[in-house]
């Protein structure tokens, strides 16, 4: 191990231990989630989704971070996906529910099972609840992530090419077309990250998720983001 996995170590263990011990920390945590829901998660995957790629970096290359990296327009993006992330959860529970009970004739069952009673705690955990948070994550994961997925590609070829800066991030436009067209290898990104990881990392992944209390699922989905970066790494 070298001297900057005891500090990354030293660092989590440390965060890890402020919300153990700090009397309010987690509290403090909860309320801010639940008033500032998006805010909260531009941060949450501002740091989570930014250190997966460290992490992803470190497994590759030795090195938590390199010239070009582009730390900052990193953080930038992951935050904005962040809140983007966060409203289609929000999003395609809601309207998966709704599709449940009104286009199978489900008449509210969908509901009480994904939510119950939110004065009593919120539903407990059945094949029910299961059910409800498997198709919320199969249609967000179906309908959303692909288009997600390819606009952080193209966001990360754009960081990569304008040296990791974040004025280098702003002083040339975002060429979508031509980078979609000739510069993601669409073998890999549809080959391995659709074909593979939405329906064997994704689906399973994201129905846990959703079966954590509201004020948790944005933390956890941001976490994943790290798992997903170890993932990938192994595979290149």
Request: aromatic letters at 16%; one cysteine or more; proline letters at 4%.
């Amino acid at each position: 191990m070298k001297r900057s996995d005891y500090i990354t170590i030293i660092a989590i263990a440390a965060v890890i231990c402020g919300f153990a011990f700090i009397p309010g920390a987690w509290d403090w945590f909860l309320r801010a989630t639940t008033k500032h829901g998006l805010l909260m998660s531009f941060f949450k995957f501002a740091i989570l989704g930014t250190f997966g790629e460290m992490l992803s970096l470190r497994i590759k290359e030795g090195v938590y971070m390199k010239k070009g990296f582009g730390l900052l327009p990193k953080m930038l993006v992951w935050g904005v996906l962040g809140v983007v992330i966060a409203s289609a959860m929000t999003i395609f529970k809601t309207g998966t529910v709704a599709l449940l009970d009104g286009g199978f004739h489900l008449d509210g069952k969908a509901a009480k099972w994904f939510y119950g009673n939110p004065l009593l705690g919120g539903a407990p955990l059945t094949w029910g609840k299961f059910f409800v948070a498997l198709c919320v994550s199969v249609l967000m994961n179906t309908l959303f992530a692909p288009v997600f997925m390819t606009f952080h590609k193209i966001t990360d070829i754009h960081v990569a090419e304008t040296g990791g800066s974040l004025a280098g991030f702003f002083s040339s436009p975002l060429n979508i077309q031509q980078t979609m067209a000739e510069k993601i290898n669409w073998n890999i990104q549809y080959g391995f990250v659709f074909k593979k990881t939405i329906p064997f990392f994704w689906y399973p992944a994201h129905t846990i998720t959703f079966l954590l209390p509201g004020t948790l699922q944005v933390l956890f989905a941001a976490a994943l983001g790290v798992a997903l970066g170890v993932i990938l790494s192994i595979k290149k």
